[in-house]
């Protein structure tokens, strides 16, 4: 199993910042790919960025330029940059990775909890 917790979340003002993390616990499995994805009721889960096991990432483009995914300190670990904050990215914040057991090619979808981020205007 791949277990996905997520923390940084908060209230912040427009154009402020914030960091979120995921630390994941992955025995037996690979992951080939971390991404964030958020969630506002009433609305579809957005994809906001993605990173690969190779450093490639990709950028919905709502946050191109302001967010960064990158790898954490801690090993397992993924951040999401988030400057110049907008009232719109208002949602609650996932962590998603896509996993395979060691020796298998089939992708498997773990989600974290979430994690809520508020923008006050």
């Known amino acids: 199993q791949v277990q996905l917790v997520e923390s940084g979340g908060g209230l912040v003002q427009a154009g402020g910042s914030l960091k979120l993390s995921c630390a994941a616990s992955?025995?037996?499995?690979?992951?080939?790919?971390y991404s964030w994805y958020r969630h506002v009721p009433g609305n579809q889960r957005e994809f906001v960025a993605r990173?690969?096991?190779?450093?490639?990432?990709n950028y919905a483009d709502s946050v191109m330029g302001r967010f960064t995914i990158s790898r954490g300190s801690a090993e397992n670990t993924v951040n999401l940059h988030m400057n110049n904050l907008k009232p719109d990215d208002t949602a609650v914040y996932y962590c998603?990775?896509?996993?395979?057991?060691?020796?298998?090619?089939?992708?498997?979808?773990?989600w974290g909890q979430g994690t809520q981020v508020t923008v006050s205007s």
């Open positions: 998603h990775a896509e996993a395979r057991r060691y020796g298998r090619s089939n992708l498997i979808d773990y």
């Open positions: 992955r025995r037996g499995f690979i992951i080939d790919a």
């Open positions: 990173l690969s096991s190779g450093g490639s990432t």
